[in-house]
């Protein structure tokens, strides 16, 4: 009996069959036994199980963004959150939400539509659980009008390598008690704990929404746009700068929502600044919105990478990219966020392993989100911020039991 | 101390060393009078590289460090330890950048509240978190117990302000975080920092956000009959997704308090409550959002609904609400502040039971608080020679607590835990969430010689070895020492 066929038989005795299945190869990755608990006892019992039996436990969620973390070097169980949905606690009058980690964004977004709120807005949402969104620290769309999803999750339960389960924040809107453990636990990509439930702080939902899409003579001019509307008063949902059409053309759209008043301010303010565009209201703004939300994703593959920076910089970066794409013949689509100043990267053609030695050479910092298998990851860079990440990993996991990420940060 | 404070001397200058009794006195506590510890020493570096110099001096020798701001916080978490050293950061006031393109400053941790928020003004831009301290507590400060405020209704408290630190680790190791990211791609080391009260490290530089300055204001000032109806018309207005920028109760003896005191905002004194509602945005935002404000405040028999006229009486209608712990000196010689959660959709209750607790045990209630965002300030009046007296006040503050715990609430909203609600930490977390809480300390301090024995219980990390404390509580969990 191989080793993998020793712990599905293992994980047989501890759970129901409804609650076993395997995690698919793909490319860097074997075909894994995959536990998915339906109980919090079996959540318990499957971490003491891996921790006793020093298995290394991969944490999948629903498996939208396990290629944001890699292939790790070594996986011998996989736990999902396919069984661990729904909504615990929603509270309407005080605009928050607790559910599960399966739960759907989609499900959420569904129910607290009733009540005229909004939930975290982020791509395919019928297909990302909220644990795997927390987990990848992924924000959606919103994040320039209601900041990174970390900053609307008011606490987190949480599963820990010793089996212990435990939570930080809490359920209401304002709360400095203790540590906020959660701030840590987002984005750790399950390197640290399971995470089994989260309370969201909603958002009013808006009375009257637009989407304005401009065309644009070329790049600077996006930015420029893009940089003018910021300088006025309006404060869009979105706006993004992207030539991810088929055209490959340059388009700026921006997304306005809020109550009536404040978008009839806007609309006049984008009127004066933007230049000719199409304004698109009603059910085109929700389609199209829904589209610039899952642009992310577009023709089924994330980005490639993700860089971050200044606004004021940003023109400077896009431009050293140019450089790169000279100089190596390699060819980019581009979606950025001006007023963040990040900016997805897509490749064409199959030529990461020249990106990846491009960018190490050009000493940009930036976080693959689809790296090939067969790079092999960049060291962690020897610094006092790492060491420090290197501690807390080995505070919160200290035998090793959740998989290493399988892509660090490619830099200097 | 005399070989420590010469080594001191040596990096930080002589005025960067304090060790004279009179000279200690005024850092013995922070804005908690009652639990006064004198230090052994003082330390004021001037920026990041002597601080560190200063923590590699004080780390090779186990001394154990409490950082302090201001000494605004309520919660003594700047209480010093004995054997140990207060490092201040009164010296560090320089702002470093203001980068209105990108919407950021720099500036060093002691740095005034307010000072960085006028600073900016003259770009359209603002600081959002406001604590009624801001003319004296300092930035760092903020950081370190993730301040709030009443704009943080609208804004969010500290933490979602701040881009990024520099912070020197327990060892003297620096750690520059200070490029201003919205959203790490790793660990968010700069989101767990903020609010770690000091337990993890000393941050020297902050980099934080700023936000575009509003165009309209407008503050309207609605007077009630009843505390529970002032309650309930806040509730409504959440319910009813109305976007205020700010909420904010006062009750009959605050308002009385406020009213006879430097801060006399020309609030009602006949009335039981008032609510102050502030609307921000855009001219024909303000006004529809003030219409859907007025009508609930109708429905729910506001006795008057005022609107400051002019931004002179808007100012004077803050500066009562901001100076209603200072007035509170003129009604009692002590005063123990409370600071708790709770649902927005339990206020009324939850405030009603505030007054019931101390009632019982025959004791003066001023209540005042952010009602946006469901965070409780009962205020309870006491006078500190009277052991009894003290010992009501004890009993009264812990089943408060206790009872927003049980209603789904919190231990704190914006003073942090500090010394003051270290045994309330087990109503609210289990033995496992506070082990959890003790791994991340230990991976930041592993000596556990920054701010010893505040936060986290000692035993609940299981601890065998010995940890410095400062003196156990014998008298409130609270208070202001509001002498007058």
Known sequence: MSPAERTAARLAELLPRECLGRLPARAGWPELPLAAPRELEQWVEVVRYAARERLVLLPVGQGSKLAWRGAPARADLAIATTNWSGVTAFEPGDGTLTARAGTSLAELAETVRATHHLSPEVALPAGTSLGGTLAAGASGLDRLRHGPVRHQVLGLGALLADGSCVKSGGRVVKNVTGYDLHRLWIGSQGTLCLLLEATLRLQPAPASEAVLVVPCASRADALERARALGRTGAQPVAVLAHDRAPDRTWRLAVVLAGREEVVAFELEEARRVLGAHERHEGDGARALRAELRDLERAGGRWSALFLGGRPSGLAAELARLDELALRTGLAFTHLVHPLLASIALWIEGERQAELDAGLRAARFQVRWRERPAELAPAPPPDSPEHALARRLRDAFDPQGLFAPLGTPHVGP | ?484
């Open chain 2, 1 to 484: 101390m005399k070989a420590l404070a010469a080594e001191l001397r040596a990096v930080l200058g002589p005025s960067g060393v304090i060790d004279e009794p009179t000279r200690l006195l005024p850092y013995e506590s922070d804005g908690l009078a009652m639990l006064a510890v004198p230090p052994e020493l003082v330390c004021l570096p001037r920026d990041t590289r002597e601080t560190a110099a200063a923590m590699r001096i004080l780390h090779r020798r186990g001394v154990p460090v409490v950082p302090r701001g201001a000494g605004t916080g309520l919660a003594g978490g700047a209480t010093p330890v004995r054997g140990g050293v207060v490092l201040s950061t009164a010296r560090m006031r320089d702002v470093l950048e203001v980068n209105a393109d990108d919407r950021y400053a720099r500036v060093q941790a002691g740095v005034v509240n307010v000072d960085l928020t006028s600073l900016c003004q003259r770009e359209g831009l603002l600081y959002a978190p406001d604590p009624s301290s801001q003319m004296a507590c300092t930035i760092g400060g903020n950081v370190a117990n993730n301040s709030g405020g009443p704009h943080c209704f609208k804004y969010g408290a500290t933490t979602r302000h701040v881009l990024g630190l520099v912070i020197v680790q327990h060892d003297g190791e620096i750690l520059d975080l200070s490029e201003p990211v919205l959203d790490p791609e790793d660990l968010d080391l700069v989101g767990l920092f903020v609010g770690s009260e000091g337990t993890f490290g000393i941050a020297t530089e902050i980099t934080v956000r700023l936000t575009p300055a509003p165009p309209v204001v407008e503050v309207l000032l609605a007077v009630f009959c009843s505390l529970d109806e002032a309650c309930d018309s806040v509730s409504d207005i959440i319910a009813a997704r109305l976007e205020p920028a700010a909420l904010e109760i006062l009750d009959q003896l605050t308002i009385d308090a406020v009213e006879r005191s430097v801060f006399a905002a020309g609030y009602p004194k006949e009335a039981e409550a008032v609510l102050l509602v502030e609307l921000e945005g855009v001219e024909a935002d303000v006004a529809a959002q003030a219409k859907g404000v007025l009508a609930i405040l109708q429905r729910r028999s506001a006795l008057d609904v005022r609107r400051a006229r002019d931004p002179l009486e808007r100012k004077k209608l803050w500066a009562g609400r901001k100076g209603a712990f200072g007035a509170m000196g003129r009604i009692a010689p002590d005063l123990y502040v409370a600071d708790a959660v709770v649902p927005r959709t339990r206020l009324r209750a939850l405030v009603a039971r505030t007054v019931a607790i101390c009632r019982e045990r025959g004791l003066r209630l001023a209540t005042v608080f952010h009602a946006g965002d469901g965070n409780l300030h009962p205020n309870i009046c006491y006078d500190r020679r009277d052991p009894d007296e003290v010992r009501r006040v004890v009993e009264a503050g812990h089943l408060i607590l206790a009872e927003c715990v049980a209603a789904g609430g919190a231990l704190t909203g914006e003073h942090g835990v500090g010394l003051e609600k270290l045994s309330e930490m087990e109503l609210y977390f289990t033995p496992a969430d506070l082990a959890a809480a003790c791994l991340a300390r230990d991976a930041w301090d592993p000596a556990r010689r920054l701010n010893p024995g505040k936060l986290v219980p000692t035993h609940a990390c299981l601890e065998l070895r010995a940890v410095p404390r400062a003196s156990p509580r014998a008298l409130p969990p609270g208070g202001a020492g509001a002498h007058p």
